[in-house]
Nanobody, 124 residues
Framework: VQLQASGGGSVQAGGSLRLSCVASGRTFSSYVMGWFRQATGKEREFVAYISRSGGSTYYADSVKGRFTISRDNTKNTTYLQMNSLKPEDTAVYYC??????????????????WGQGTLVTVSS
């Protein structure tokens, strides 16, 4: 499956952005999806996860209550709605897909496919 992330940009603190990740190739609904981010000089970190049906979601503590992950299997797309953005949310955001869900949704290493990343910059 190929993943194409978009929607990044520059916003002021307190603003909102919605990231999109469109998948092509094999059946999108057979993959669990995740969003990760990587700030300059830091390791890639887990942001959010959504199950195949969209019925289960998990979030990093740092974004819980501010970010919402969703998916539309009819459009082969997963979204990350980001509200109340903070300067510390500045990073390149990546979407990822995993066809063999192991339960370790927070580990980047379990995801098979990755999008190219989209940059989010939050200014104070």
């Amino acid at each position: 499956v190929q993943l194409q992330a978009s929607g990044g940009g520059s916003v002021q603190a307190g603003g909102s952005l919605r990231l999109s990740c469109v998948a092509s190739g094999r059946t999108f609904s057979s993959y669990v999806m995740g969003w990760f981010r990587q700030a300059t000089g830091k390791e890639r970190e887990f942001v959010a996860y959504i199950s195949r049906s969209g019925g289960s979601t998990y979030y990093a503590d740092s974004v819980k209550g501010r970010f919402t992950i969703s998916r539309d299997n009819t459009k082969n797309t997963t979204y990350l709605q980001m509200n109340s953005l903070k300067p510390e949310d500045t990073a390149v955001y990546y979407c990822a897909a995993d066809g063999d869900y192991s339960g370790y949704y927070y580990r980047a290493s379990v995801y098979e496919y990755w999008g190219q990343g989209t940059l989010v910059t939050v200014s104070s």
